[in-house]
Structures are given as structure tokens and as C-alpha cells.
T-cell receptor, first 114, second 114 residues
Framework: AAGVIQSPRHLIKEKRETATLKCYPI?????VYWYQQGPGQDPQFLIS???????DKGSIPDRFSAQQFSDYHSELNMSSLELGDSALYFC?????????????FGPGTRLTVL | GDSVTQMEGPVTLSEEAFLTINCTYT??????LFWYVQYPGEGLQLLLK?????DKGSNKGFEATYRKETTSFHLEKGSVQVSDSAVYFC?????????????FGQGTTLQVKP
């Protein structure tokens, strides 16, 4: 079965650079979530989209922005990168994002900021 | 706000031992509850879920029962294998939001020795 695809899988950037992470949800899934997992920590919710509209927002820095496109893929744009942004970034998708809908996670993008 | 608390790890067991990983939650209303597993270097995989009180989720020999009276969702397995070594996350869907974003516990590392 098709799974959530994330690209790139690994990304190395310098401080103050920008990065773009991409997420391709499971076909027919209309909701995308982004989570950040720091080293040895639990994933923290950043932002979500339903039917191409932002549906919820968590602890996402103002330096980050995201959107969901007409084909339901999503991109997380990160500017003025800081060392503390080094983390694993997960995308998850679900169908009609609701309270009992299961979220399926991608393999993650490991971002390293030097 | 809603929160999830897991027993601290690492948990080290011998193969074929009985496993319990404790998880308790605080939430308004009745969230859905999940266990996710993360193998080294990989993303989060859904292990099992329960959507209402007294539901039992099960998969691959793992079980967890949604206990409303004790606000718990403990993970159990009767006989662990070396291949079960991973980090286990308990999570709930946040009914305070209308998107079902997940709130995770801090994760419990399981090490199974031959």
C-alpha cells in the first residue's frame, strides 16, 4: 500500500539559510500534519492543513511557513535557520482529519543545521 | 491542556519476557488513544489504537485497553522478541482542537536481549 512520502530524507544547511521540506500524503488523504522531533524527544505538532486550508497551528516559529497544494502535497518552508532547528520533521496524513481518524506518518526528514 | 505521561525508560528485558509500558493521560472529554513504535532511524508506525472506553487495541501480539476510570492505556505483550526493540510512544488525539492533532508522551525505549 502507498505510504506517506517525504523528501528529502536528509538535509544539511548552514545557519541563516532556508530549507524546504516536502510531503506527499497517501492518495485520497486530504489532511496533512507536520511534527518536529528533537533529539531524544517526543514529536511536537507544528501545523496542519485540511483541504488546502490551514486547520490548526501549534508551536511553529514565525520563521516557518507551510502550505498545502491543489494535489494535496504540502511543503514546510523554514527560513533563517538556527542550530536549534536541527531535528527530525515528520509529515502525517489522514482522511477527513478528525478525532478518530488515524494519522499515518512518513519516514521523516532529518534536518541538520551547522 | 491535554497531556500524556509514559513510564520512563529504558526498559530492558530478556527475550520471551512479559512487557508492560505504562501510559496515563489527562484530557477533556474522551480522546482516541494510540501507540506508535519507532525503530532506529525510521519513522513512526501505528501499532494499535482505541477510540472509546473499554476498547482494546491489538496488533502483532501487543495489546492495550482504554481505561476511562484510571485514564490509562498501558501497552502489554506476553512474550517479547529482540525485533521488538524500539521506542514506543503513547499518544492521544486532542479533542480541544478540531483537527485531531496528536499529543505524544515522552517515549519509552525498549531493549530486548537474546
Amino acid at each position: 500500500a502507498a505510504g506517506v512520502i517525504q523528501s528529502p530524507r536528509h538535509l544539511i544547511k548552514e545557519k541563516r539559510e532556508t530549507a524546504t521540506l516536502k510531503c506527499y500524503p497517501i492518495p485520497r488523504h486530504d489532511t496533512v500534519y507536520w511534527y518536529q522531533q528533537g533529539p531524544g524527544q517526543d514529536p511536537q505538532f507544528l501545523i496542519s492543513f485540511y483541504e488546502k486550508m490551514q486547520s490548526d497551528k501549534g508551536s511553529i516559529p514565525d520563521r516557518f511557513s507551510a502550505q498545502q497544494f491543489s494535489d494535496y502535497h504540502s511543503e514546510l518552508n523554514m527560513s533563517s535557520l538556527e542550530l536549534g532547528d536541527s531535528a527530525l520533521y515528520f509529515c502525517a496524513s489522514s482522511l477527513a482529519g478528525g478525532l478518530t481518524d488515524t494519522q499515518y506518518f512518513g519516514p521523516g526528514t532529518r534536518l541538520t543545521v551547522l | 491542556g491535554d497531556s500524556v505521561t509514559q513510564m520512563e525508560g529504558p526498559v530492558t528485558l530478556s527475550e520471551e519476557a512479559f512487557l508492560t509500558i505504562n501510559c496515563t493521560y489527562t484530557a477533556t472529554g474522551y480522546p482516541s488513544l494510540f501507540w506508535y513504535v519507532q525503530y532506529p532511524g525510521e519513522g513512526l508506525q501505528l501499532l494499535l489504537k482505541a477510540t472509546k472506553a473499554d476498547d482494546k487495541g491489538s496488533n502483532k501480539g501487543f495489546e492495550a485497553t482504554y481505561r476511562k476510570e484510571t485514564t490509562s492505556f498501558h501497552l502489554e505483550k506476553g512474550s517479547v522478541q529482540v525485533s521488538d526493540s524500539a521506542v514506543y510512544f503513547c499518544a492521544l488525539s486532542d479533542r480541544g482542537s478540531n483537527t485531531g492533532k496528536l499529543i505524544f508522551g515522552q517515549g519509552t525505549t525498549l531493549q530486548v536481549k537474546p
